[in-house]
């Protein structure tokens, strides 16, 4: 059974930096992509982020691109999401997803996703 905790999550002013953690269980984490997604109150999940099963690739929503860093390690089955200079609307639960075919790239819609986490709350204020 997959099972995807994610951590980190928090309280930050604008323009503050927070890292978000991934742990992954169940199966060989190393052959699977991941991605990061988010959803603000009363708006659909959306993408944020994605890398490909070696982390090679990494792909990201416009919204982020130069802020926030999307990694892996393999060796401890977790992959993080470095944000930094954090804005008011990056404000959301963010949710780490993966999929259920080994060594594909990486989707950047939901549907592409078969497993997700929880969810941790990012809060950002002025």
């Known amino acids: 059974q997959v099972q995807l905790v994610e951590s980190g999550g928090g309280l930050v002013q604008t323009g503050g930096s927070l890292r978000l953690s991934c742990a992954a269980s169940?199966?060989?984490?190393?052959?699977?992509?991941m991605g990061w997604f988010r959803q603000a109150p009363g708006k659909e999940r959306e993408f944020v982020a994605a890398i490909n099963w070696n982390g090679d690739n990494t792909y990201y929503a416009d919204s982020v691109k130069g802020r926030f860093t999307i990694s892996r390690d393999n060796a401890k089955n977790t992959a993080y999401l470095q944000m930094d200079s954090l804005k008011l609307e990056d404000t959301a639960v963010y949710y780490c997803a993966t999929g259920s075919r080994p060594l594909r790239p990486p989707a950047i819609e939901s549907a592409g996703y078969a497993y997700w986490g929880q969810g941790t709350q990012v809060t950002v204020s002025s």
């Open positions: 169940g199966r060989t984490f190393s052959r699977y992509a």
